[in-house]
């Protein structure tokens, strides 16, 4: 997985998380935390997405959510697209999600 064209953004953790119903994650500030969780996101079944392996959909209602937490590395950061890298049957594939990502931090904070 990977930023494409990343401007001072960088991806710091990355799962992918069952879902039961149709309740995704969505875009919230800081790491993931339980209080802001529904109930049908399976949060203590998640798996690093390095590695992680996703069985087929069963059916409409059998979701697996991609969850990042992404750092700006100055008071902007900003990314063209997310890169998916994967392998299946022992062929790669990337997949590109083209929605640009774009974090503004009113607070920056950096590493010392």
Same mark, same amino acid.
């Given at each position: 997985?990977?930023?494409?064209?990343? %401007?001072?953004?960088?991806?710091?953790?990355?799962?992918?998380?069952?879902? &039961?119903?149709? &309740?995704?994650?969505?875009?919230?500030?800081?790491?993931?935390?339980?209080?802001?969780? &529904?109930?049908?996101?399976?949060?203590?079944?998640?798996?690093?997405?390095?590695?992680?392996?996703?069985?087929?959909?069963?059916?409409?209602?059998?979701?697996?959510?991609?969850?990042?937490?992404?750092?700006?590395?100055?008071?902007?950061?900003?990314? &063209?697209?997310?890169?998916?890298?994967?392998?299946?049957?022992?062929?790669?594939?990337?997949?590109?999600?083209?929605?640009?990502?774009?974090?503004?931090?009113? %607070?920056?904070?950096?590493?010392?």
């Amino acid at each position: 997985m990977s930023l494409t064209d990343p %401007r001072s953004l960088a991806i710091t953790a990355a799962w992918v998380v069952p879902i &039961s119903g149709t &309740s995704l994650y969505g875009f919230l500030p800081g790491e993931p935390k339980l209080a802001w969780m &529904s109930r049908g996101f399976l949060w203590a079944k998640r798996m690093r997405a390095d590695g992680a392996r996703v069985q087929p959909a069963r059916n409409q209602h059998d979701v697996t959510n991609l969850v990042l937490v992404l750092k700006p590395l100055a008071q902007t950061g900003k990314a &063209s697209a997310i890169d998916v890298y994967y392998t299946e049957s022992g062929q790669q594939y990337q997949q590109r999600y083209n929605s640009a990502v774009k974090l503004t931090s009113a %607070r920056f904070c950096h590493d010392a």
